[in-house]
C-alpha cells in the first residue's frame, strides 16, 4: 500500500512539474493557433465609389495560423482565413464577395521563457477577391482580382497548460481594390481592416 502510495504521489509531482513549466517555445518548435477573429474594414473609396458612399460590413470568422520557431523569441507566421463581405452604397446593398488574405508575419516574442508571451509582427499580405456577387442596379461590378500591402500584428499567449496557451492578437492588414461596370471605372477601394481575434493555441 505504501509503494502505490509513493507511486501516486511521484506521479502527481511529475504531473504538476509538468504543468508548470515555462511557456517557453524552443529552436523548431510550431505553435498552431485557432483564433475566433472579428474583421472591421476601415473604408476609404475614391470616384464614383466614394461619391456613392461604398462601405463594406464587419463581419465574424474562423482563423488558423502556424508559426515557426526561428529561434525562442522569434518566430514566422502564416496566417489563413476567409471572409464574406457585404458592400453597401447610400442608396442599398451592392451585393457580396469574398476575401482570402493568408499573411506572412516575422514575429518577435517579448518575455520568451515566461507564461505569458506579448509578441508584435510585420509582414505582408495577399489578398485575392472571388465568389464577386455585386452589381449595380442590373449591372454587375468587376473588380480587381487580388493586391499585395503590408500587415502589422500584436498579441499575447498566455499558458494554461504545459502545450496549452490562450491568445489575443489584434492585427492591421492593407488590402485594396478597384472596381468597374460595362467598362467604365468606379474607382478604387481601400478596405484595411483591423482584424481582431482570440482563440487557443497549442505547442509542438
Not at 513549466?21 to 485557432?34: E, Y
Not at 522569434?74 to 464577395?97: C, F, W, Y
Not at 500587415?151 to 489584434?170: C, E, I, K
Request: with cysteine; charged share 15%; hydrophobic share 45%.
Amino acid at each position: 500500500m505504501r509503494k502505490h502510495s509513493l507511486f501516486a504521489a511521484a506521479l502527481l509531482s511529475a504531473a504538476l512539474s509538468a504543468a508548470c513549466l515555462p511557456a517557453r517555445a524552443d529552436q523548431g518548435d510550431i505553435l498552431a493557433r485557432v483564433r475566433a477573429i472579428s474583421i472591421e474594414p476601415e473604408v476609404s473609396a475614391g470616384g464614383t465609389l466614394g461619391t456613392i458612399g461604398t462601405g463594406v460590413k464587419n463581419t465574424i470568422v474562423p482563423e488558423l495560423d502556424f508559426v515557426y520557431m526561428v529561434r525562442p523569441s522569434i518566430g514566422i507566421e502564416l496566417i489563413l482565413a476567409t471572409s464574406r463581405h457585404q458592400v453597401s452604397s447610400n442608396s442599398g446593398a451592392l451585393g457580396g464577395v469574398n476575401v482570402l488574405p493568408p499573411t506572412l508575419l516575422l514575429q518577435y516574442y517579448f518575455n520568451a521563457a515566461g507564461k505569458v508571451r506579448p509578441y508584435v509582427g510585420a509582414g505582408v499580405n495577399y489578398t485575392l477577391f472571388y465568389n464577386n456577387g455585386l452589381h449595380a442596379g442590373d449591372t454587375p461590378v468587376s473588380i480587381k482580382n487580388s493586391s499585395f500591402g503590408p500587415a502589422l500584428q500584436a498579441g499575447v499567449d498566455v499558458q494554461v497548460a504545459h502545450n496549452l496557451f490562450l491568445n489575443f492578437d489584434v492585427k492591421k492588414i492593407w488590402m485594396r481594390t478597384s472596381a468597374s461596370a460595362d467598362g467604365v471605372s468606379l474607382g478604387s477601394l481601400k478596405i484595411d481592416p483591423l482584424v481582431v481575434g482570440v482563440g487557443v493555441g497549442m505547442r509542438f
